[in-house]
């Protein structure tokens, strides 16, 4: 019997602990990750006596991005199938992002793609000095259409028209620079880390917390409504379709460079 793509528990403090389960392939996600997800955090929307989240990945890394094996399947189906895969991705970053409790993320090894969407719907970001992260979809013919919301309030519009357009890799001190972690520690300390942070979060009042989380999400880029969100799935689903996206899966697939079309 296979392990489950995603580990839930609430601990005796109120403390939820939701664990990326898929250490084989860096925790890359795929329909059955986020289905698990959409199903944990809505278990725990409204949970009474509910403090805090801990977000972890089992492995080496945190979160790898998509299972480009999964996209390039999904790519030729139906576009219902395709918009369908990618409403339920960007519902559970968006769940993550408005959950009325404190979120910890900690990061380690690789970040890359939807993962930088699920640390930047977190409340507070942990990484290990060695994390490594890239906004990388463009490398594959795709866009990083449902998670730029949340990118754009981590770490700011100008940067992530540079990152989300080169799809460059960049270590945690650089992550640390333009806001997407809060704080860098030794791998080993990392859990210890987290648990300070959870320390201080059930210290305050949760009613305070949620109310000052709402706020903040107001004025926010990842606050917008339902239309935007279908507007966005809409074209991750479309995206994913293209010509463009179907040589760049390609070449994932076959180890070899894209050979991109020029623009017509």
């Not at 408005?98 to 942990?126: E, H, K, M, Y």
């Amino acid at each position: 019997m296979s392990n489950p793509p995603l580990l839930s528990s609430v601990d005796p403090r109120g403390v939820a602990n939701v664990v990326l389960n898929r250490p084989e392939v860096g925790n890359a996600y795929n329909g059955e990750l986020i289905g698990a997800l959409l199903t944990a955090l809505a278990s725990l929307s409204g949970k009474a006596g509910l403090r805090a989240l801990l977000l972890t990945g089992n492995g080496r890394h945190f979160q790898a991005g998509a299972d480009l094996k999964w996209v390039r399947a999904i790519a030729g189906g139906t576009l219902a199938d395709n918009v369908a895969a990618s409403k339920a991705t960007a519902e559970a970053v968006d769940r993550l992002n408005r959950l009325a409790i404190p979120t910890v993320a900690l990061v380690q090894g690789g970040c890359f793609g939807g993962g930088t969407g699920l640390v930047a719907a977190c409340d507070i970001v942990i990484a290990a000095e060695d994390a490594v992260f890239s906004i990388a979809e463009v490398r594959w013919g795709l866009t990083a259409a449902i998670i730029i919301p949340q990118l754009s309030d981590a770490i700011g519009v100008r940067q992530v028209r540079r990152y989300a357009l080169t799809g460059e890799r960049f270590g945690a001190a650089e992550a640390l620079r333009i806001g997407l972690a809060h704080k860098l520690v030794p791998r080993a300390e990392l859990a210890a880390a987290g648990e300070a942070v959870i320390a201080e979060l059930i210290g305050n009042g949760p009613e305070a917390m949620a109310e000052t989380k709402a706020l903040a999400l107001n004025s926010a880029w990842g606050g917008f409504g339902p239309e935007t969100l279908e507007a966005l799935a809409l074209g991750h689903a479309q995206k994913r379709r293209s010509a463009e996206a179907s040589e760049g899966l390609a070449s994932f697939v076959d180890k070899r460079a894209a050979r991109w079309a020029a623009p017509a």
